[in-house]
C-alpha cells in the first residue's frame, strides 16, 4: 500500500478513488492503487481493489463496484468486495481439497509401494526381508495390480496373483507372504490417510499349508555331518556347531560379535532377532571351547565374517555338498524332509523335547513369539507322557484292587 500521507484522488467514475505510490512507477507513472466507494447496511464503505501494476485501473474498478450495488439491490450474491474475495479463496480451497482427493484416489499401488511404502520399509525392515518384499513386488503383484489404482482393486486381482504364483509352482507360504506384503501397503495407506475404503485382502482365502520341516538329525548324523564338514572347512564345521548345540538361525551365527559372548556364564546374547527381538543363548561345553579357541578380535568386529571381515549373508554352499555326499537327502523328494542348515535348529529343538525339556522352556530357548510355534515338538515327548501315565498306573492299581475286593465282599 502507499504511504497514508498521499491523499486519495477522484476519477471519472463515480464511487472510484485512487492513491498514488509515491516511489514505484507502473508505465512510467506512478503506480496507482484502486479503491471502490459505496453505501452498505446505510453506511459509507470503502475497499481496496488492487494496484495498476496488478491489472486494475479506474474502469475495471466501476465495473466491480457496478456488480456489488447490483448484488446490494437484489439482496443476492456477495454484496461487499471481502465477501467476494472469501468465496472465491473458499471455491480455491475446494477445488484444490477435491483436486487432492481425488489424487489421492487415483494414486496406484505401485506409486504407493515405490514412492512412500519402500522408502520407510527399508528403514524399518532387515536386510533380507527388505529383498524378498521388493522382489515379490516386482516379480508378481507389480504385474497384475502395479498401474491400477487402490480403490480399484478388488479381491479378482488378488486371485490373479494367487494364481500366477501357484501356476509357478510357488508355496502356498510364498503366496501367503505376497497377500501379506499387499495387505501391509494397504494398512500403511490407511494410518497415511491415502486410502479409506475396504482392503481387498480380507474377502480373500489365503491359502494354508503345512510348510514346517519335520527332518531332524540322529545323533550318529549330526557326528557324521560335523565330522565331514570339518574336514571341508572349519568355519562352517563352527557355524553348524553354535547352530545344532545351541539353536541359532544361520543369521543369528552371523550376526555375533566378540561382545555379544559372556564365557563366565556361557551366554551369547541375540540382538534384533527375527521381529526384532532380543535373546539369550546358552554354550554347550563345545561350543564354549570352540569360542574360546579362537582368536579373539575386537568388541565390536564379528566373530565369523567374510573376507574383509564382511558379514556372511548365506551358508556356504560346502553344507548342501556334504549333506548330499552322505547321502542324507537321497530319494527325498518332500522339502519339509530334507536335511538344510536350518535343520540343524530344528534338530536342537527335538533333542532337548526327547530329552523330557518341557515345551515352555524349549520355546524360550528357541526364541519362539508363541507356544503354538514350539508344539509342532509336542510329538517327540511321547516317551515322557507315557512314562508319566504309566507312573499314574502304577498309584491307582492297589486302589482299583480295593474297589474290586470291596465289590466281592458286598456281593
Known sequence: ?????????????????????PNRKFNGKPDRYFFIRY?????????????????????????????????IKLGEGPQTLAEKRKILMEKKEAEQAERERQSRENITFGQIFSDIYFPQARNNKDKES??????????????????????????????????????????????RYALGAIR??????????????????????????????????????AYQLLQSLSSKSMQIYEVALVSLHCGLRAGEIFSLTWADLDFDNGTMFLRDTKKRRNRTAFMTKAVKDMLQSKIRGKNDSLIFHGHGETRINRVSPTFARVVKDLGLNAGVTDRRHKVVFHTLRHTYASWLVESGVDLYTVKKLMGHSTIAMTERYSHLGNNTLQNAVKLLEKNLKPATIRDEKEGEKVS
Open 1 to 21: 500500500m502507499p504511504s497514508k500521507q498521499l491523499p486519495k484522488q477522484r476519477t471519472i467514475y463515480p464511487g472510484i478513488r485512487f492513491r498514488e505510490h
Open 39 to 71: 453505501r452498505y447496511q446505510g453506511k459509507l464503505k470503502e475497499e481496496g481493489v488492487g494496484w495498476g501494476s496488478e491489472g486494475w485501473n479506474a474502469q475495471k474498478a466501476g465495473q466491480v463496484l457496478a456488480r456489488l450495488k447490483e448484488s
Open 130 to 175: 527388505f529383498r524378498r518384499e521388493q522382489d515379490m513386488f516386482k516379480g508378481w503383484i507389480s504385474p497384475v495390480i502395479g498401474d491400477i489404482p487402490l480403490k480399484d482393486i478388488s479381491p479378482f486381482h488378488l486371485e490373479h496373483i494367487k494364481k500366477n504364483m501357484s501356476d509357478a509352482g510357488l508355496a502356498a507360504r510364498t503366496i
Open 184 to 221: 501391509q501397503v494397504y494398512n500403511f495407506s490407511r494410518f497415511n490417510n491415502l486410502f479409506s475404503g475396504e482392503i481387498p485382502t480380507t474377502k480373500v482365502k489365503i491359502p494354508q499349508a503345512d510348510n514346517r520341516r519335520y527332518r531332524y538329525l540322529t545323533y550318529e548324523e
